[in-house]
């Protein structure tokens, strides 16, 4: 597997973007795309047309719904704005079509933008009702407004004559379009922000941890798709001259939806596939009877329940499994030799390392009645690490929570380095290079360790917007050297869901390192582990964190882990600080051996 | 300005214009009620969002058409086809749920859409097979053919039945949800299935009891709707969406939000003709839209921590 990797790695980024499978199965479609004129009847010009614009109607869904993980119900809106954005400003303004052309995708994304700018702040159902209710807008709007749009008639006579010779010339164009635009996906897909919306799919509140600012992200994958639905919208007016308000209707944001799923969502040809699949078998049954949606309703419910992978995720199946990373999905080769991680430089520390890292003045959280956190106030000093401890329900990951802003706290103030940061969101935070673990542990499950650590990296590095750069060919060193750190370089080509829960956690540590952390905030990085596990992984926290120079503040009811590691130490109680000291001053008091001991005080 | 006023505003000066939008705007409002109440009791329990819900409806107009027809001549025979067609439809619903919809709780929510659309395609295609592609009209009895004066205002007797309807069954429902065992069986199955699993409820058939209800309220609701309409194909696409609107904006799971957001659509569409007719609809997406912007739990569902 190791020689496997440096094979790769002398073939560089490129090839490794598009490995010989790829490269020969897109200049296959291309060119039997580019032959289809030639060889059969001037008709199914006009079919594959048809299943172009689908393919890329069904690519540009897929950004959101494979990608990003954002189930829009109302895609066909942004087809609609495109057409009907270029129809009118050629048919009424009198825009030449080749700016008619551009300015369609253009006001499709702007109403992408306009739409998303709600739609991001939503979550899984709402987020597909709302995206429904703004192409409902868009349908009534182009259905009623007979005078501009020509409602139900359609608007008619989208024939740029003076640019395009017929239905030959207009298929190359299209698909000179099409390839283009599947082209340029490809290249999103696989760039820092294509990995940065798969770790949003995955799961947003890691990647928010990770210093993302996820629903911006969300928004311009949301404006993205628009732009190339609206693409889709435009070669669909003008190919066949006319747009219609059904396109727009609720029905049709089925269309992507089902093209992606039947081809597979997490293949990037998926909706390819699923657009030829679909179109042809429209065609071929459709000879046979007018019962056609009867058909197609009976192949959506058998993919639904037995083939969610679709039909790549099935051939795949056929192949041998998915237990191996996708050759896409595996890490960048590994450097045959690198320095050893060394701790940032440019941290702004004084000399006396007795300053103070984090204050918390007053802090509270009430849940209904329950004074979860009540009134705590906290000091972490550099350098130290230092434990919070209590028994459950003390409110020690409630404190931890409002640290980050993953919950709003309802009184108080924390300060970092003296800067209040109690009003800032989570990435925020993170950005300012705290890091944090969950109780339960929190990574991409779906994505390999490497892209793990990858994405953690990029987003430190403020990468994540970049839309070209293959993702793969960058922080290689630095993913591998954390994955070193932590022990994980072996398995960095497992997918991270499938390791076992102690790599999982050690993973989730490599993570909050990438950020390049002043202060690592652990909630129980112990969890769930065996006795001796949970002194080695406290071991390798507190020799990693003298190591970087980092300030630890971590959680745990073991008390053991907590004197054998913490410098300070902190107990909790029912929701306010009952002793703060040295492991000496904490081990001796008696109110805290109380707690420990079930006595009331 | 006056001229502005008079022009769109005019039918004000007309009390029983008014009031006759404000009743057919509540006649429709129980149609819209009852459709989306079912669907409203089906997601808040198995958080499917089931397109296929508008076909429940327009099946409950056919089967009201065939209903009538087995039974033509019999006594009362009107009555006995509301409640044949609305068991009918129950039993539709109770089907699907068993082969196909459990299947797919636990599925990436995609799925579960595309699962309800697929029988949305499939349900209209087999209504065409059964019934044909012309509307099929379905007479209302004899005593109800007529109009009542309202306020010196003629209004067909029929919408009455419908407005007794729709409050009797909301009453029913609000009976059986907060006054019955299996109503709060129901509340408990909305907030955690697997707690409810663990404490030895038999969950499956608690799903599949809750779509055969939600399915035959859609039933009765297109039963109803039939006298006026004709049971025709496109019935369904065209409920759905408003169905969609007052479950969201009344809140996803609850029966009064339901019913006020009902009547807020309908007598939007009612009033909203007058004044604009060409976006009178746009009217009640742009409230769903901000409804969800502003309070995507809905005017009177409850917020999810």
Known sequence: ?601 | MIRFLAEYFGWLTDPSLVLMQLLSGIAGAMFLFLVASGLSLIFGVSRIVNFAHGSLYMFGAYFAYTWIRVLAGSPGQFWIMLILASLTVAVMGGVLEVIFVRRIYRADPIFQLLLTFAFVLVLSDIAKIFWGAEGKAVPKPGALAGSVKIFGAPFPTYLLLVVAAGLGVGLILWIVFYRTRWGRLVRAARHSRDMLAALGSDVPRLFTEVFMVGSGLAGLAGALVAPIVTAAPGMDASIIIEAFVVVVVGGLGSFLGAALASLLVAELKAFGTLVFPAISIVLAYLVMAVVLIFRPWGLFGRREE
Request: proline residues 4%; hydrophobic residues 50%; aromatic residues 10%.
């Open chain 1, 1 to 601: 597997m190791g020689e496997d990797r440096q094979a790769v790695a002398r073939g560089g980024v490129v090839r490794e973007l598009f490995p010989r499978p790829t490269i020969l199965v897109g200049l296959g479609t291309l060119l039997f795309a580019a032959a289809v004129p030639g060889v059969i009847p001037i008709f199914y010009t006009f079919l594959a047309t048809d299943i172009m614009i689908l393919a890329l109607f069904g690519l540009s869904l897929n950004l959101l719904l494979g990608y990003t993980g954002m189930v829009s119900f109302g895609h066909a809106a942004y087809v609609g704005v495109g057409g009907y954005a270029a129809g009118l400003l050629f048919l009424r303004a009198g825009v030449p079509a080749a700016a008619a052309y551009l300015l369609g995708p253009v006001a499709a994304a702007l109403a992408a933008m306009l739409f998303g700018f709600f739609a991001v702040r939503l979550s899984a159902v709402y987020f597909a009702m709302l995206t429904l209710a703004f192409q409902m807008i868009v349908y009534t709007i182009v259905f009623k407004w007979r005078s501009l749009t020509g409602g139900e008639d359609g608007l008619r006579g989208l024939r740029p004559a003076e640019s395009l010779q017929g239905p030959i010339a207009d298929y190359y164009w299209s698909l000179g379009v099409v390839a283009l635009c599947a082209l340029a996906m490809y290249v999103l897909v696989n760039s820092s922000l294509g990995y940065t919306l798969r770790a949003i799919r995955e799961n947003p509140v890691r990647t928010q941890h990770m210093g993302v600012n996820v629903r911006l992200h969300q928004w311009i994958a949301f404006v993205i798709a628009g732009f190339f639905a609206g693409i889709a919208g435009v070669i669909l007016a003008f190919s066949k001259g006319s747009m219609f308000p059904e396109y727009v209707y609720w029905t049709a944001a089925a269309d992507p939806i089902l093209v992606a799923v039947l081809g597979g969502m997490h293949a990037y040809l998926g909706p390819v596939v699923g657009a030829v699949f679909y179109r042809l078998m429209v065609y071929l049954v459709g000879r046979y009877t007018e019962y056609w949606p009867l058909v197609e309703g009976a192949i959506l419910v058998l993919v639904a329940i037995t083939m969610p992978q679709g039909i790549i995720g099935f051939l795949q199946r056929l192949r041998g499994g998915r237990a191996r990373a996708t050759p896409a999905a595996r890490a960048a080769g590994r450097p045959e030799a690198f320095a050893p991680r060394r701790a940032p430089q440019s941290r702004s520390r004084p000399a006396d390392g007795r300053k103070e890292v984090l204050r918390v003045v007053e802090l509270r959280k009430h849940f209904g009645g329950v004074r979860a956190v009540d009134g705590v106030s906290l000091s972490v000093e550099e350098g130290k690490v230092h434990a919070i401890i209590g028994p459950n329900g003390a409110g020690k990951s409630t404190l931890f929570n409002m640290l980050t802003g993953y919950l709003q706290s309802d009184a108080g103030q924390v300060f970092f380095y003296g800067r209040e940061i109690s009003q800032l969101p989570p990435h925020a935070i993170i950005g300012s290079r705290i890091s944090r673990t969950f109780q339960i542990t929190s990574i991409l499950k779906g994505l390999t360790a490497y892209e793990n650590v990858l994405i953690a990296l990029l987003a430190r590095r403020r990468r994540t917007l970049d839309c070209l750069t293959p993702a793969k060919g960058l922080a290689v060193e630095d993913t591998w050297r954390l994955l070193e750190l932590v022990g994980l370089s072996g398995q960095a080509d497992q997918i991270s869901g499938f390791l076992s829960h102690g790599d999982q956690k050690r993973l989730e540590l490599a993570i909050a390192l990438a950020n390049d952390p002043v202060l690592l905030l652990l909630d129980e990085p112990t969890a769930g582990m065996a006795p001796q596990e949970r002194l080695e992984s406290v071991q390798l926290v507190k020799r990693i964190a003298r190591q970087e120079g980092l300030t630890v503040l971590f959680t745990e009811h073991d008390m053991d882990v907590v004197f054998s590691a913490a410098d300070r130490i902190t107990v909790m109680h029912q929701g306010r600080i009952l002793a703060d000291g040295g492991p000496e001053e904490i081990r001796s008091d008696d109110r805290v051996q109380k707690v420990y001991l079930g006595v009331s005080v």
